[in-house]
């Protein structure tokens, strides 16, 4: 079972930058990011595989999210720069075990929220 930890959320203006992070208890196969906003489904925002790097982004966030990860720390990062008021939502941080099994395991999410 793996436990996962976020923090960094917070308020930021139109413009500015936040960072989330994510630490995990155990290795993991896939982290990522989701978010959900009131009234809306969540949705993915992006992931990386641990082992490549190899990373994925939704359009709404390329160019200006980054994902990244800390093998000592066992972290995943999300910068999140250029923020836009769409951007507010509650984001989760999510991993799986591999890429045919479900994110089996969630964070407690942590708000983002951005003001015009």
């Known amino acids: 079972q793996v436990q996962l930890v976020e923090s960094g959320g917070g308020l930021v203006q139109a413009g500015g930058s936040l960072r989330l992070s994510c630490a995990a208890s155990?290795?993991?196969?896939?982290g990522g990011w989701f978010r959900q906003a009131p009234g809306k489904e969540r949705e993915s925002v992006a992931t990386?595989?641990?082992?490549?790097?190899?990373?994925y982004y939704a359009d709404s966030v390329k160019g200006r999210f980054t994902i990244s990860r800390d093998n000592a720390k066992n972290t995943v990062y999300l910068q999140m720069n250029s923020l836009k008021p769409e951007d507010t939502a509650v984001y989760f941080c999510?991993?799986?075990?591999?890429?045919?099994?479900?994110?089996?395991?969630w964070g407690q999410g942590t708000q983002v929220t951005v003001s015009s």
């Open positions: 990386i595989r641990w082992n490549s790097g190899s990373t």
């Open positions: 999510a991993a799986r075990n591999n890429d045919y099994s479900p994110w089996g395991y």
């Open positions: 155990g290795r993991i196969f896939r």
